[in-house]
């Protein structure tokens, strides 16, 4: 039994059948009609080439940002940007012409009824949920959340549910439920509620992507944290920590009194240069120190004092950087708070250097810190980086906390130098 040329629905316009788009593919569907089946595409497909081209344009960004890797390794690079044009002519022109010719069609009865019988299930489960985007927005909550929070749904649908949690937990819902929303696996933290602060909350996070959209959402689960133990069963004892967190804790008060002596093994003009030879190799593989000639405004006011690399050629180009010319130098002199980034995703925000090749990428980071020398109330006096190259261990959260107390110390000691005075 052949199909027809073509087939017409009342809301499409005319679109020819090919061997592929005839329901082999599982580009199209048939419909019952009454003059035989008919074959309707789906919306997902129009998703599909949208995640695609969104994909393609990344690994264009990704492929300029490459141009500047050793010469040896330009024919890799090259065969990658062949691959993806014709990634382009073989796939996603083809589907931007299906796309043209078709159009995007309605669903079926059948589909929109599984849909609200869906919707009904989500209202009526006994469980407080809440269905959010990747900044917390809220798109639905059920009948249980909103008795859970206080909140009338109606109220709570197009608000961050970070404004109804206490000020101190919003930062890390909100981080959480990014990492969630980028596929980097289900989330569980303790919050609180503004209306009860001293109630603790569990909200358990998992990824959710909704049929015909593109982004992926998160379901977010309320439960009071503070759940009874049943009878028999005994509490968890908390265990010493382990050698390895007892030996990096050690590593790091080693740096810090190294760091400490330097401060004040010397005059304290020098001490910002000694500070930043002791973390350099030990801590990090690059320092790059830029120390502020007065009042911070833009990127303005400051100068390149100090650049420490694994070799002095390659310290040499990043020495005559512009501060002004790096986003995350900026960023912290002028915020005041310190940038720590693993695997930073884009390539600028340390700047170019001469050649117009991303220091990032020449670089090799693979984790860096940006800390502004300040002390308490005080100016900014500049701003300290730190990255870390190749295989070696990103920078944790409690190496970030004493780089951070390190700062303040060097800040003491610049503002010592300033006002005349020998030693910090």
Request: with cysteine; charged share 20%.
């Amino acid at each position: 039994m052949g199909f027809p040329a073509c087939v017409r629905l009342p809301w499409q316009r005319v679109f020819p059948l090919t061997g592929r788009e005839n329901g082999r593919d599982g580009l199209c569907r048939a419909v019952p009609g009454a003059d035989g089946p008919r074959y309707v595409r789906g919306m997902g497909q129009t998703d599909e080439f949208g995640e695609e081209l969104a994909d393609f344009v990344r690994r264009v960004a990704e492929l300029k940002a490459a141009r500047s890797v050793p010469s040896g390794d330009l024919p890799t690079v090259l065969d990658a940007a062949i691959f993806e044009l014709d990634h382009v002519a073989d796939r996603l022109w083809p589907g931007y012409e299906r796309l043209l010719a078709s159009g995007a069609s309605g669903g079926t009865s059948g589909g929109r009824q599984e849909l609200q019988l869906l919707k009904g299930v989500f209202q009526r489960l006994p469980l407080p949920v809440a269905l959010v985007d990747r900044e917390t927005v809220v798109r639905r909550m059920n009948f249980a959340a909103a008795s859970f929070t206080e909140v009338r749904a109606g109220y709570a649908t197009g608000r961050p549910l970070t404004g109804f949690l206490a000020h101190a937990d919003r930062v890390a819902f909100r981080t959480q439920a990014a990492a969630v929303a980028r596929g980097e696996g289900d989330r569980s933290l303790t919050v609180h509620l503004q209306q009860r602060p001293s109630a603790p909350v569990r909200a358990t996070l998992t990824a959710l992507r909704p049929g015909n959209e593109p982004r992926t959402a998160v379901l977010v689960v309320l439960q009071p944290a503070a759940a009874r133990i049943p009878a028999g069963v005994e509490r968890p004892v908390h265990r010493p920590p382990d050698l390895a967190e007892t030996t990096c804790h050690a590593a790091l008060m080693d740096l810090v009194d190294a760091v400490t002596t330097a401060l004040l093994d010397g005059d304290a003009d020098g001490a910002l240069e000694r500070a930043a030879r002791v973390l350099h190799g030990r801590f990090a593989d690059w320092v790059v120190a830029d120390a502020a000639d007065g009042p911070v405004t833009g990127g303005g006011g400051l100068s390149r004092t100090v650049t420490l690399g694994p070799s002095e050629e390659e310290a040499t180009v990043v020495a005559v950087q512009d501060p002004a010319g790096c986003p995350y130098v900026v960023e912290a002199a002028r915020g005041g708070s310190p940038v720590l980034r693993v695997r930073p995703a884009d390539p600028d925000a340390f700047g170019r250097d001469a050649s117009g090749a991303p220091v990032l990428v020449r670089a090799d980071v693979t984790s860096l810190m940006c800390v502004p020398l300040a002390a308490a109330d005080g100016p900014v006096r500049g701003v300290l980086t730190l990255f870390r190259s190749g295989a070696r261990p990103a920078f944790s959260l409690a190496e970030a906390q004493a780089v951070d107390m390190l700062s303040r110390h060097v800040a003491l000691a610049m503002a010592c130098a300033r006002h005349g005075n020998a030693s910090p």
